[in-house]
């Protein structure tokens, strides 16, 4: 009944800079902790960034000094802005969330957005 709605994913050329977003949508939702993974074809699935309801953040050593996980609280939405972007970059990013229905405290995926990053 809770979904993360993503957005902001596509083709961009090695160098470039996309901006990912991801909102709740259905059930009312009020957010603790939000972040970003990634997963490339045959790796496992990793962390990119996270950031609490503290406004808290931890990257992944691979993006630190080129992403930047930020949060609007009042629209419960999270966003990461990607600068200089490299072809091992290229992966599919998921939204994760956890926080508050009215009735539990539970964690959710989005589908994922594909970011293609070409040479």
């Known amino acids: 009944q809770v979904q993360l709605v993503e957005s902001g994913g596509g083709l961009v050329q090695a160098g470039g800079s996309l901006r990912l977003s991801c909102a709740p949508s259905?059930?009312?939702?009020?957010?603790?902790?939000m972040g970003w993974y990634r997963q490339a074809p045959g790796k496992p699935r990793e962390l990119v960034a996270v950031?609490?309801?503290?406004?808290?953040?931890n990257y992944a050593d691979s993006v630190k000094g080129r992403f930047t996980i930020s949060r609007d609280i009042d629209k419960n939405t999270v966003y990461l802005q990607m600068h200089s972007l490299k072809p091992e970059d290229t992966a599919v990013y998921y939204c994760?969330?956890?926080?508050?229905?009215?009735?539990?405290?539970?964690?959710?995926w989005g589908q994922g957005t594909q970011v293609t990053v070409s040479s």
């Open positions: 994760y969330a956890d926080g508050w229905t009215s009735v539990t405290f539970a964690g959710y």
């Open positions: 950031i609490t309801s503290g406004v808290s953040t």
């Open positions: 259905g059930s009312i939702f009020s957010v603790n902790a």
